[in-house]
Nanobody, 125 residues
Framework: VQLQASGGGLVQAGGSLRLSCAAS????????MGWFRQAPEKEREFVAA????????YYAESVKGRFTISRDNAKNTVYLQMNSLKPEDTALYYCAAKFRYSSSRYSVSTDYTYWGQGTLVTVSS
């Protein structure tokens, strides 16, 4: 099983980035996908989740209206489009996967089974 996150980088406040997470080794369409982030000296926090094959999406309040999660089941890839970035969005971003029927929750990191290695997003002011 592998989750390979990419797309991070350095961007000015107000800018945009698109993160990608390519999955392999499991039946992608049977898994809910999530993005979490961890800033220096802070706990990992939920960012967004996409449930099933894309029927529902959920967002943290701090990113709602700015970030969009999507998935391409044909490419086994989940995306996070991040617009209007703020310095407080600076963090290591992780993608994660949980079997669809393992839990009805979507924002709890411990419910997720597989994790990517993280991609760093730095937003300068």
């Amino acid at each position: 099983v592998q989750l390979q996150a990419s797309g991070g980088g350095l961007v000015q406040a107000g800018g945009s980035l698109r993160l990608s997470c390519a999955a392999s080794g499991f039946i992608f369409s049977s898994y809910d996908m999530g993005w979490f982030r961890q800033a220096p000296e802070k706990e990992r926090e939920f960012v967004a989740a996409i449930i099933g094959i894309g029927e529902k999406t959920y967002y943290a309040e701090s990113v709602k209206g700015r970030f969009t999660i999507s998935r391409d089941n044909a490419k086994n890839t989940v995306y996070l489009q991040m617009n209007s970035l703020k310095p407080e969005d600076t963090a290591l971003y992780y993608c994660a996967a949980k079997f669809r029927y393992s839990s009805s929750r979507y924002s709890v990191s411990t419910d997720y089974t597989y994790w990517g290695q993280g991609t760093l997003v730095t937003v300068s002011s």
